[in-house]
């Protein structure tokens, strides 16, 4: 079995069944579970997780190393360290690096098995809800999908975790609507991308400096937020295109993707505050602050995306 894995992309559901197989191919080797540890990199020095690497185990016969964020090995020596152990892995011990990146340093991407786990297209995210409710005995609509969709992160693991808490909610008797699913959704939220824009929507920073404070403590790396807010700005401007020609029809919102109650309130607020040219400005910084956040700098990430929600808030919204 390969020792050294690179498994990058946005689709963390699919990402998380490879480290699962690799996990029980050591368990079936080794007849015991393997001793795992995990790691941030840029938070863990290099040296210290080589250090761990290089340590027999005392107490399994078997080990996996998962390092996440591996796109924050960057510097020259880091990624000689990681490159040397790939050459001459031990036995029995399996090391993963984790990004939502596409790719990594090339010297890393060169030296283990690299996998990239792509966002699931529309059409296939839609056959995942639909395939999911329909063997647990729900019928949902096709607005009740795409309300899911509006209020979800876009990868598996998240549709998992959030269909799985509706089934307690959902009655199997009726075929379910947006309203149901907005309702029990939005009781039952978790931060995401798609809750922080709702407070950009409404106007509210020191609730959307809260909402990244807790997607950052989660882990959630700040392109995959800016990316989320980076859809959300321009589903805004398609409807600020229909404001502007004064289409009000309820098809025209569907075809956008603006399906549930919750997502045409988000909307509407949001262009009371926003026009076009606004709009614009907040698609540009957007990309401007992912950049900055996959540059090495001296700042943190939580100091960017401060200022780029100051931005977002006083520099674009209207006063």
């Not at 398609?238 to 502007?244: A, F, G, K, N, P």
Request: aromatic content about 10%; charged content about 25%.
């Amino acid at each position: 079995m390969n020792s050294s894995w690179l498994f990058l992309g946005p689709e963390i559901g699919e990402k998380e069944e490879a480290i699962n197989e690799l996990r029980n191919k050591l368990t079936t080797v080794s007849k015991t579970p393997p001793e795992e540890l995990h790691f941030y990199a840029g938070e863990t020095p290099a040296g210290e997780i080589l250090a761990s690497l290089l340590n027999a185990s005392l107490f399994a016969d078997s080990r996996l190393f998962l390092v996440k964020n591996a796109e924050n090995i960057k510097k020259k020596e880091e990624i000689e360290l990681f490159v040397s152990y790939m050459a001459a892995p031990h036995e029995n011990t399996v090391l993963i690096l984790t990004s939502e990146e596409n790719s990594i340093a090339k010297p890393l991407e060169q030296a283990g098995k690299r996998q990239v786990f792509y966002e699931l297209l529309d059409n296939k995210k839609i056959e995942w809800i639909k395939n999911f409710f329909k063997n647990q005995g729900f019928t949902l609509n096709n607005d009740g999908i795409q309300t899911i969709l509006e209020l979800v992160e876009n990868n598996t693991q998240a549709l998992q975790q959030e269909c799985s808490r509706l089934m307690f909610f959902l009655n199997k008797d009726e075929v379910i609507g947006p309203e149901e699913i907005e309702k029990c959704l939005s009781h039952n939220r978790q931060e995401s991308a798609f809750s922080l824009f709702t407070r950009i929507a409404a106007g509210d920073f020191m609730r959307s400096l809260e909402s990244l404070r807790v997607l950052l403590s989660a882990k959630e790396s700040p392109q995959s937020i800016l990316g989320g807010l980076l859809w959300c700005f321009r589903k805004l401007k398609d409807y600020l295109s229909l404001e502007e020609e004064g289409i009000r029809d309820e098809g025209e919102y569907r075809r956008i993707g603006i399906i549930g109650p919750h997502a045409r309130r988000d909307y509407a607020e949001a262009a009371r505050r926003y026009n076009s040219a606004m709009v614009e400005n907040c698609i540009a910084l957007t990309a401007e602050y992912d950049l900055k956040t996959r540059s090495a700098n001296t700042f943190p990430d939580y100091i960017l995306l401060d200022e780029y929600l100051y931005k977002v808030h006083f520099n674009a919204a209207r006063s």
